[in-house]
Structures are given as C-alpha cells and as structure tokens.
C-alpha cells in the first residue's frame, strides 16, 4: 500500500494540508466530485441540446413560413377553376381557393382545362325578362351570392333603367364575370366598371377575357376612398382577393403582411364626373375594410343618382369612424333597406327587411356583430324607383 511507504512526516504534512485522515480519503473525495461535476456537465449539456433542438425547430417553423409567403408574394402559383359555369385563375395558396376547392364537383372544379363548350355563346339572348323576372327563384337554399342580385337587374330592365353597374373591389371578377353573363342573356350592354387595386388584378384581368365578357367589363387598377391621392394598398398572405389601405391585423393579429404597393385613389363622384357619366348607377362595395371611406366619397352620388346599393356591413370596420348604425339611419331616410345574407350559422342567401327606426338598426347591427361571421351584405334601394313595391314583393316572395 502506498500508505505503508510514506514518510510520516510527509504523512502529517498531507493531513495539515488537506484536513482529511489520509491520501486514500483524498482520492476518493476527489473521484466523487468529478463525478458529481461530470453528472453536472451531462445535465446542462442535455438542457442546451434541448434548447438548441427547440431553437433548430422554431427556426426551421420561420424558414418554412418565410419560404410559404415568398412563393405567395413573388412566386403566386396559379391554377385555372371552373366555378359556378365561369372560368377563373385563382392563386393557389389563397385561404378563398382552399375553401371554394371543398365545393362538390361540378360546382367546382380544379386544374380545368377549358372545352369548346366553354366558349360557344349560346347563352346570348336566352333570356325573357318578363317570364324570369315573375319566375326567378329567390329562396332554394343552395342560392349563391350573384343570384341574389338577378331579380334587381331584371327589375332595373323592365323598368327601362339604363344603368352603369359599378363594381368596387373586384376581387377575382366573382361579381362582375356572373352579372355580364346574366346581362349577354337578355341581350343587354350594361356597362359595369370594375375596381381593384390589388395585385389580384392581374388575374381579374385574364378572367374577364377568358370568360369573353371585355367588353362589357371594364378593369380598373384604382383604389375608391375619400381622398383623391396615392395611397399604400396592403396584401395579406393567403389573402390576396383582402387588399385594403387598412391594416387588417389589427383585427386579426395572425395575419402576415405580404406585399405593399402603391395606387392612385379616386372619390367614386369624382370619377363618374371625369368620365362624364349620366346614367343611374347600381353600385356594389366590397372594400375590405375601407368601406366608410367609399361611402364618404360618393356622397353627392346617394339619392342623386344610386338607385340602388350593395354594401358590404361589417360593424367592426365601421365602428372605427362612426356608430355602424349611423350609417343606415343615413341611407333610411332615402332607401328602404334589405339584409341580403342569414345570420345564423347556414348563412343562407336571402332578402329580409330592415325596419328603419334607429332602435331596431342598432339591434340590427349587434345582431351582424355578434353572427358567425360577423358581417353580411345590405341592399339599399331608392325609395323613387318605379313600382317599387312590385320588386319588394318578388324579393320577399
């Protein structure tokens, strides 16, 4: 033993050095620690190789989202659809294309390519405004949204009202492309002028051709507000068809900016004055969010030429600049006003009245507030317009 050869006096110099009985109770107070020091080191090697491994994999989580909104940005894959009879490009990676693709085939069908069928005109002058407009089906439950809006054309024509059909946010053309169709059926030339100015109009453009409707529709890059200046158009990821020169995260925290771009804005009085129009105006506004901004610059235009109003109604937008219900008291007092779209959570497409007594308009508007989807779209219609209640009774029949 190792102990046994010692000098003793080198033996009291170790105890005096190290304050233990002997060497052996040094060694192993010495092993002992270097292993409760390597155990130690083992354990905080373990927790930074799960810190790195959560650090790799929320890393790789943000490469992948980076990599998703550049394909959408930049890239914007596209696909051509058959939807409800009409052809359109669609953005692949829009939340809109993922929720209309759910739709049973032939109602929609994806990656189409197109047949003769698809461009014969056979559709033209099919029509009998008369016999359509006393048999016109308003209340099947599979009603689509452009449907809706049939009975008030056919109302418009009969009644020898030669409008112009202003479109504000255009969207794919998914109201525009349905309405120049129904107007080739009886033969009509309605003009309808089209605004989005998003970088959806690229394709808004295309599907006006594709479904041979140029020349009923005009495509305009221009963004409808109060003001008569550039302003920045914001685009959401996933939600190209949601360009507005609001910042919609602000009510929906989980969206991601995508791209910004700037455009020419243009109060709609303005433009109808540019342009020299004269016509009565059915004018449709779907403006994501900006949608008090259009109204405040077509104030002239209300009851002066508006002899009928699609608005989109969406409370939290609105709420932001005035009572949501302000506005429909505003519009009651020339147009009687019609909810187009259920409540509940089927969210049929149908004509109900709204009383016009300020108590049931904010009723009316927590109800739209508090729905599934928290919106719905209103008609408002000129109280002068020629057999009026004819229509109303068609709408509610």
């Known amino acids: 033993m190792v102990k046994q050869f010692l ?61 998703e909104l550049y394909n959408y940005a930049v890239l914007k894959e596209v696909d051509l659809i058959r939807y409800y009879g009409s052809l359109y490009f669609w953005y692949t990676q829009d939340i809109s294309y993922q929720w209309i693709s759910r739709s049973p085939e032939p109602l929609v069908i994806k990656n189409y390519t197109p047949t003769a069928e698809d461009f014969n ?9 008369l016999q359509d407009y006393n048999q016109l089906s308003l209340n099947h439950p599979n009603l689509h949204e452009y449907e809706l809006k049939y009975i008030l054309f056919l109302h418009l024509w009969l009644n020898n009202i030669d409008f ?4 504000i946010g255009a969207n794919y053309g998914n109201t525009a492309i349905p309405a120049a169709k129904f107007f080739k059926k009886y033969g009509q030339k309605n003009p309808i002028i089209s605004f989005e100015p998003g970088f959806v109009y690229e394709l808004f453009q295309v599907n006006t051709k594709i479904n041979q409707v140029s020349d009923i529709i005009q495509p305009e890059k221009i963004a409808i507000s109060d003001k008569n200046y550039p302003q920045v158009i914001k685009s959401m990821s996933e939600h190209s068809e949601c360009n507005s020169v609001q910042d ?10 995508a791209s910004c771009q700037v455009v020419e804005s243009i109060r709609l009085e303005d433009y109808i004055k540019q342009h020299q ?12 969010g900006s949608d008090f901004q259009v109204l405040e610059g077509m104030k002239s235009l209300l009851n002066n030429g508006v002899v009928m109003l699609i608005l989109e109604y969406d409370p939290k937008y609105l709420n932001r600049f005035i009572p949501s219900e302000k506005i429909l008291v505003n519009l009651s007092k020339d147009y009687l006003l019609f909810n187009m ?31 599934p989807a928290g919106w719905t779209d209103i008609l408002a219609i000129s109280k002068s317009l020629p057999n009026l209640e004819k229509l109303i009774k068609r709408m509610m029949g």
């Not at 919609?248 to 900016?257: A, D, M, S, V």
């Open 7 to 67: 000098p003793t006096q080198l033996k009291k110099q170790l105890k005096k050095a190290f304050g233990i009985k002997g060497i052996h109770d040094r060694i192993n107070v010495l092993e002992y620690t270097l292993q409760q020091d390597q155990a130690l080191k083992i354990i905080e090697l373990n927790d930074k190789i799960n810190r790195l491994e959560n650090t790799l994999e929320q890393h790789q989580k943000e490469v992948t989202r980076l990599q």
């Open 277 to 288: 129009i004269t016509s009565p105006l059915l004018v449709k506004i779907d403006a994501e």
């Open 248 to 257: 919609l995260r602000q009510f929906y925290p989980e969206l991601q900016l």
């Open 341 to 371: 779209r259920t409540l509940d959570q089927n969210a049929r497409w149908q004509f109900s009245k709204i009383e016009d007594n300020i108590n049931s308009l904010k009723i009316f508007s927590q109800a739209v507030l508090k729905s």
């Open 164 to 167: 112009v059909f202003i479109d």
């Open 121 to 129: 005109q056979s559709y033209i002058n099919t029509g009998d405004l």
